[in-house]
């Protein structure tokens, strides 16, 4: 099992897809990473399943 997994989603700001870094060892995690193309701030929400696949839910701040 990997400790870190790459997910890939789309900036809720300007619809770009991006990839963010997910550490594994977490279930459930809550952070704001900047947008690598508006470098606008996304809040993240993953959790993490059994088998340790994450998945990765992007909102924009200010919602
Ligand atoms: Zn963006």
Redesign the pocket.
């Known amino acids: 099992m990997h400790l870190q997994e790459e997910c890939f989603l789309d ?1 809720p ?2 619809g ?1 897809p991006i990839s963010v870094l997910v550490d594994c060892s977490c279930e459930q995690q809550t952070y704001i990473e900047d ?1 690598q ?2 470098c ?1 701030p996304m809040l993240l929400h993953i959790s993490v399943d059994q088998e340790g696949m994450p998945e990765v839910y992007a909102q924009r701040e200010d919602e």
Do not use: A
Request: glycine share 0%; charged share 10%; net charge negative.
């Open positions: 900036c700001y300007c770009e947008c193309v508006c606008q």
